[in-house]
Every structure is written in structure tokens, then in C-alpha cells.
């Protein structure tokens, strides 16, 4: 493996855990947080005590607060930070360096106000950049920075990139994959946290084992519709980033989307949901967004249609339930 300096943007749970992986891979790595008082803690425990403690940095890890020193150090860039904040970040990252080679992002989500997909903004913003990829797939922050077995797909517009970045990537617990739909990973990793946010409502309600299943088989059902609308490829659904990524998310409570709908199933108001879990919860958004994109597409998703009006609307969960069961039956 040969060694490169790399810097990742966004010191979140997800941001610190691929840190850790690269720095383990032998790489010199900076983790990059806005929050002065956090890295000022990070740095002096040498861990991240806010969403990772106990889980010790590697030497060649350092972290900082500077975005100048941080994206002119190296020239790897990982970007790791919330989909709402992906944008700004690009943009302070363009007035430092606009001339950047290449870019990788490992955030998902969709943009708040315009819909848009994350390769869109980096090509508004660089337009002329090079190589650009995401990564994606089944990944829970913690097991991937303790180092348990994981796969992931890097997709990206030139497959060389993409192998590039997995080789920064790869290790005896973490194998990742390489594709060039870059569509199909950035919806599967957007919509499948609404869908957790439904299992964890019906689970909440509890409905059971019959209910979660068939929640995840139609709700992996629109995610493809939506994909393939979008110009992703079918067989990007089936793999690590659409159905891996969906039954992780719906299935496991590590997921904060499930938590957040598990909570709401059992009572609690939205609010009280977010003050218990402490940290984003990506569904909310997408919830919103990807219910605007299916509207502006012409696409029935009904699932994503009924986690947005119980998040927005104020629809009881049990009504929810019944509005997809009394739904005119069709042929699958």
C-alpha cells in the first residue's frame, strides 16, 4: 500500500470512523471538524469522546478546526459532513483551492432546498475537477472504526478513481467494490434511511416481523423506481448500496433512523425523538425531499409519501398504516 496524506472533512461519527480506517491503512491523515471546542477536546483525549469515545486515534491521525490548513495539506479530500452542509463546505473549499484534482464524498443525502443529488453541487462547483466519487453502502460508523468486517461500493465517473479510492480504502475488515453509478448509490443511500424511519415506526407500533419485511421488499421497490427514473442502473439496488444498505438501516437500532421512527411508534413527539438520539437524522430531511422529487417525477412512492405526512402533516402512524394496507391492490 502506498502511503498518501489525506484529509477528511467532517468530524461526525461517519467522518472519524473512515479517519481512523485510513489511519490505519498506513496513511497520514487530518480530520477536519468546524466545531473548535469539540477538536480542542478531540485533540487533547484523542478520541472522539462525542460520537465515537473509547475508540483510541492513531498516531498519524491529527485533527483541526482550520478548513485553509486542513484542504491546503494534502491532496486527498474526503468529504464526511451532513448533506445539509455539503454545499457551504464545497464552496469554502473553492475559495482556498479551486483548481482541486479530485473529490470524494462518503455523505449521503439529498440537498434541502433544491433536491439535488450530491454529484450535482460538485459539478456546479468544480465543474472542470477530474475525478470525482462516493462512497457508499452497509456501514455503521463504530463497527468500521473498531475494525469489523465490512463491504462498501465506490462509485465514480472514471473506474480508475474508483479503484484508486478503494485502495486508500481497503483492508483485511473493509473490502470495498467499484461501480460507475454514481446516481444509483447517491439515491439508495438517500431514500433508505426514510424507509428506516417506516420499520421503526411499524416495529414501534408493534406490528412485527411480517410488517418490517414487507416495509423493506416495497420500499426497496420505490427506491428502484426512483433510481431508475433518475438514470441509475437497476443492478445498483440489488447490491451493497441499495438492498445491503436499506436492511441494515431498517433492521439494526445502531441506525438513528429506525430509532427515530421506533420513537415516534411508540408516542414520542418528533422533537422528543431528536433530543434522545443527539445526533442528525438524515431521513427527516430526505423524508421531505425525496416526497418533493417523486412528486416533480410523476412517481407513485408510497411509503416515503406516508413517513412525510406523519413527519409533517401530523398523521397518526396507525393511519399511515392503514392508508398503505387499503391502498387498490395491484400485481407486484
Known sequence: ???????????????????????????????????????????????NTFFLPDITFPENLSVSSDLQQAVLQNDELLVVVPSHAFRDTLLQVNAIKPKIQSISWATKGLEPDTHQL?????????????????????????????????????????????QHVSELLCNPT?????????????????????MAIAAGIADGLGYGANTRSALITRGLHEISRLSHKMGGDDHTMMGLSGLGDLLLTCTDNQS?????????????????????IKQVVEGVQAARQI?????????????????????????APQKAVQNLLTREYKTE
Open 1 to 47: 500500500m502506498i502511503k498518501q496524506s489525506i484529509t477528511v472533512l467532517g468530524a461526525g461519527s461517519w467522518g472519524t470512523a473512515l479517519a481512523i480506517l485510513l489511519a490505519k491503512n498506513v496513511h497520514d491523515v487530518l480530520l477536519w471538524g468546524r466545531n473548535k471546542e469539540k477538536i480542542a477536546a478531540m485533540k487533547s483525549a484523542g478520541e
Open 118 to 162: 450530491l454529484h450535482q453541487i460538485v459539478d456546479e462547483v468544480f465543474p472542470d475537477l477530474a475525478n470525482k466519487a462516493v462512497i457508499s453502502g452497509p456501514t455503521f460508523a463504530t463497527e468500521v472504526a473498531v475494525g469489523l468486517p465490512t463491504a462498501v461500493t465506490i462509485a465514480s465517473n472514471d473506474i480508475t478513481f474508483a
Open 174 to 194: 473493509l473490502r470495498p467494490y467499484v461501480s460507475q453509478d454514481i446516481i444509483g448509490l447517491e439515491i439508495g443511500g438517500a431514500a433508505k434511511n426514510v
Open 256 to 276: 438513528r433512523n429506525r430509532r427515530m421512527g421506533l420513537a415516534i411508534g411508540t408516542g414520542k413527539s418528533i422533537t422528543q425523538a431528536k433530543e434522545e
Open 291 to 315: 416526497y418533493s422529487l417523486a412528486n416533480e417525477l410523476n412517481i407513485e412512492m408510497p411509503i416515503v409519501e406516508q413517513v412525510y405526512r406523519v413527519l409533517y402533516q401530523g398523521l
